[in-house]
């Protein structure tokens, strides 16, 4: 089988979801520039001379449209052929699965690009007469990077998506899965840098580098790409050895490397203290519960806390990943099979 023909075949069964992707996010971008069209004092200040194509106020729908697509889109292409036997399909054909594996990852990596290009260039173009009546000149180097930028993230997190719809076999669960761990990214952050912080003896600021970072500066931009680089190429690695090993067998199993669900329960319980017990998070879920706000919590209140969610994510973490017969067997410390 040709490679023209591989890509045919993955086009004929993903055409639906690409293209809803790729209309979702074109409407996004026509929305947005007549948002602007028609209330400009509401986006453009009243004596701004220059503006970026990503300084609207407020979090962009575009943007939100995007990390939207980019998820679903990623959870789907590996998901969805679990369901439908149609990984079954591609594993008999005269094809090494890592190029099936490539041709799926660009796939999803070309349709968010393309997708997100178009939508922002509609936006440009409607914004753009906007502008001219306001005598507005527009940052194109500023607009560039921080375009660039974004789609670095977009292409980071759909990876991410990918990840969870390849490894985990449950519809709920991966798009669960997904839903939180993205959201929870910026604690798990913020948590880090606590840490950094305390190891170092620095303030906040000073730990958070990325913060001081300007998108707008080529500096900025390469530390940011050089970040996505990475986290983007250890998970396309990572997938590529996963879509290499993955058995049929374990297709409809919640988890579907049962060989590895003590590193995962592990990396859980870890990245799960970072993100709630040395963040800000934790901070505010021990406030809403005493009714007395600390941002920084005392030292036995942090123990206490992070003991509590060592033994939450290792009893769900358990029961989800070892599907025991009785399910209080999940909070004790007796081994699974």
């Not at 789609?151 to 997904?178: N, Q």
């Not at 998108?215 to 997938?239: A, E, R, T």
């Amino acid at each position: 089988m040709t490679k023209r023909t591989l890509w045919q075949l993955l086009w004929r069964h993903y055409r639906v979801i690409v293209l809803t992707g790729i209309v979702a996010l074109l409407l996004a971008g026509i929305k947005e520039g007549y948002s602007i069209v028609q209330r400009p004092s509401l986006y453009i200040a009243v004596n701004e001379t220059s503006f970026t194509l990503t300084s609207a106020n407020g979090i962009r729908m575009g943007l939100v449209i995007s990390i939207l697509v980019s998820l679903v889109i990623g959870v789907v292409l590996f998901l969805n052929d679990n369901f439908t036997n149609f990984d079954q399909y591609l594993f008999s054909l005269p094809v090494p699965r890592r190029q099936i594996y490539r041709r799926k990852i660009g796939l999803l990596i070309g349709t968010v690009v393309s997708a997100y290009v178009l939508a922002e260039a509609i936006y440009g173009l409607i914004t753009w007469r906007v502008l001219v009546n306001r005598h507005v000149g527009v940052n194109w180097v500023g607009s560039i990077y921080e375009e660039v930028e974004i789609l670095a993230l977009i292409i980071t997190l759909s990876l991410v998506a990918a990840t969870f719809g390849l490894w985990v076999g449950r519809v709920f669960a991966s798009a669960l899965a997904t839903f939180v761990f993205t959201c929870s990214l910026p604690f798990a952050y913020d948590g880090l840098i606590n840490i950094v912080a305390g190891v170092t003896g620095q303030t906040y600021r000073q730990a958070d580098i990325l913060g001081t970072l300007s998108s707008q500066h080529p500096s900025g931009l390469l530390i940011v790409l050089v970040i996505c680089g990475v986290i983007s190429g250890g998970l396309y690695w990572l997938n590529q050895w996963a879509f290499d090993h993955l058995s049929l067998e374990n297709g409809q199993d919640f988890f579907r490397f049962p060989q590895l669900r003590g590193a995962v329960l592990s990396f859980s319980i870890g990245y799960l203290i970072i993100a709630i017990s040395c963040s800000q998070f934790g901070a505010g879920i021990v406030g809403l519960l005493t009714d007395h706000y600390k941002p920084q919590l005392p030292l036995v209140t942090f123990i206490l806390l992070t003991i509590a969610v060592a033994y939450l994510t290792w009893s769900l973490g358990r029961w989800f990943l070892y599907r025991p017969d009785r399910f209080r067997d999940a909070w004790t410390f007796k081994k699974l099979a």
